[in-house]
Each structure stands twice: as C-alpha cells, then as structure tokens.
C-alpha cells in the first residue's frame, strides 16, 4: 500500500486525478477499522492531514462552509448557534476521542445510512462542495446519498467543504441506540423549523438504505401549520397534527431487520422521534418571544 501525502489541496486534487483508486483519509476512523479488520486493502491511501484549510470554517451570510476535516468536537464547541442540529448530532457520536479526528466529510465519505452527520443536515439543508482537477461543484443534500454506503462523488473527486443553511429557527436531533455513548444507531431523527421560509424540514438516520427525509410528513406538517396559522400565532401544536405528523415520517422510514434492531421497531421509533423533536422545536419557537395571543 502506497501512502499518498499532499501539502496542498492542489495536490491533493492532482493525485486523486493520477490515482482515482486512491482513498482519502481524514480522521481515520473509518478507514482504520476498515483496513485493520482487512475489510479494505486500498493500493493507495491519500492522507489529507496535512491540508490545514480542511479544519477550518467559514461564517457567511446564510451559510457556514464547513472544511471536509472539521472535527465533530470543534462543530460542539463553536458552531452550537448557527448550526444546533449538527452540534447534536455530533454529541452523539462515538466518545471525546472519535470526536476529535472525525468530521462531517469522513461521514459523507463512508455514506453510512447511520451517520450521525445526515439527518441534521437534510433537516439543515447543506450543499456537499466536491472538487477535482476537472472543477468545483456543488452537490445538494438532497442527491448525495445514491445507495447503502454510495455517494454521487466521482472517483477523481474530493468533498472541500460542506455549505450548511445557518438556522433560522430551532433544530433538534434524537437518536435511539442500546446505550447512551459509543453507539452506533438504531435509528435516528433530525427535525429544523425554518420560521423565514415557514417550512419544515426533517432527516431519518439508518431507517432506510439510505439518509432521506420524511416529504410527506414535511408537507402536511408545512400545510397545517399555515392553514392554521401556527407560525403567526405560536400556538401549540395539536396532538392530532402532531400524530398524523408522526405516522408519515414512520411510513417514510424503509427499513430491515438487523442485529441492532427489527425494521418494525424501527418505524415505530422513528415515529416517536418525530413527535418528540417536533413539540421541542415547537416549544422553542413558541419561547422565543413571540406574540402567544391565540395560544391554545
Ligand atoms: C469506535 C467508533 C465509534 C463510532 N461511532 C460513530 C457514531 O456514533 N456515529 C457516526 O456517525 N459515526 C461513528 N463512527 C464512524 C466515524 O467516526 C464517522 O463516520 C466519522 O465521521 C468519519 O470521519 P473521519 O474523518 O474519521 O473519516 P475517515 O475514516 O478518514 O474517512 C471515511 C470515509 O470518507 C472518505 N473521505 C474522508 N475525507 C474525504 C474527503 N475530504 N473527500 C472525499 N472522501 C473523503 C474516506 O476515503 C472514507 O471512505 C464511529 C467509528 C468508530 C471507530
């Protein structure tokens, strides 16, 4: 195995485009584990440690431009207000360690239906930025995710960056595993009100062979809260609103049965999750000094 290590992002680019076959690693930890259990033997590894603008973020207007390398640690720490969703999510990966040397682009990398990474950025809405010699683009959220463990990345490209919409509104991120930390999903849910657009958007985790949202769900949720004028008034959400919700982000779910979980058990968490991180949310857009006149 030959160990491939640029000290540019230039560089970088170049040798993806010499060596289509070559892995990137970032933090390592999912390549390590792949290649110490000899799931993987990769003729070459393309290690982007040396790449310093990889662990960096930029604040925009609307956005954050999150480096590929960016630890899950930094997001918890720095990036809790314009980015809540994420910042959960990424207290609930693994242990302080993991924290430390895995990002946002190793997460997109592997595709894992269980990336603790997906669901808030579906429910964020982000734009993957992929490059390769041949140029820059911008790949939606929506897009990435092409099959279990499969990204829309080219094999010349690498991900820079990942642009996250900065929140507008509450974002809330639940996750049910066998235990508490260092724990893979069973399944998992990212809800973020979007009071600009008055929207709702939603991410599942490991419910399905991929990250999807649950549009269904989103579209009545959006609709009743406008019919109603929900987002005027803040008044709470009603339990037949906030049921019917919970059944189509259940039946968005297209789960299997495997060692951490039965696919039945699965829709029906999911199900729970979304009421719950719906009525948080809610409850956090009603606190936020609005006018509560009309509140039920
Ligand atoms: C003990 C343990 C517990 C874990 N628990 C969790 C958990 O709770 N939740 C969770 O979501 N994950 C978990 N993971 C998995 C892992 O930590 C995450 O997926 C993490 O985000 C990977 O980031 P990384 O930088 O280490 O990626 P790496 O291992 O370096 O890379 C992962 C994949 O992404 C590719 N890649 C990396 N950077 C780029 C780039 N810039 N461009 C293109 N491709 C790239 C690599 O080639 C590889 O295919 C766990 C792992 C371990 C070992």
Redo the contacts with the bound molecule.
């Keep these: 195995m030959d160990f491939l290590r640029p000290a540019s992002w230039e560089e970088a680019l170049a040798a993806k485009a010499e060596h289509p076959t070559a ?11 792949e290649i110490n259990f000899d799931h993987r033997r990769p003729e070459y590894l ?1 290690d ?1 440690n040396r790449i310093g603008e ?1 662990s960096e973020w930029e604040v925009g207007q609307e956005s954050v431009r999150l480096g ?2 960016v ?2 640690s930094a997001i918890m720490e720095h990036l809790r207000t314009e980015l809540p969703g994420l910042a959960l999510a990424s207290h ?4 302080p360690q ?1 924290r430390n ?10 595709a ?1 239906p ?4 997906h669901p808030a950025l579906l429910a964020a809405g982000a734009d993957v930025e992929a490059e390769s010699v041949r140029g820059t683009r911008l790949i939606p959220i929506d897009t990435f995710y092409t099959g279990v463990k499969r990204n829309a ?1 080219e094999p010349d ?4 960056a990942v642009h996250i919409r900065k929140a507008d509104g509450p974002q809330q991120y639940s996750k049910v ?1 066998t235990r508490n930390a ?4 069973v399944c998992a849910f990212g809800l973020a009100l979007h009071p600009e657009t008055r929207t709702v958007r939603t991410g599942i985790g490991s419910a399905a062979p991929t990250p999807v949202r649950a549009r269904e769900a989103e579209a009545f949720l959006n609709a009743a809260l406008e019919e109603g004028g929900f987002w005027e008034s803040g008044k709470i959400i009603t339990p037949a609103i906030a049921k019917q919700f919970a059944a189509l982000a259940s039946g968005a779910c297209n789960p299997i049965d495997d060692v951490r979980g039965t696919a039945k058990y699965r829709r029906h968490a999911v199900g729970i999750m979304a009421r719950r991180t719906l009525g948080w949310t809610w409850e956090q857009y009603r606190g936020a000094g609005r006018t509560l006149e009309g509140a039920a």
């Design positions: 892995v990137p690693i970032a933090g390592g930890t999912d390549v390590m584990v393309l982007l990889l590929a390398s630890p899950y609930t990966v693994a242990s993991i040397r895995g990002g946002v682009g190793g997460n997109l990398g592997t894992s269980a990336g603790d990474a990345l490209e690498l991900i820079r595993g260092m724990v893979i999903a």
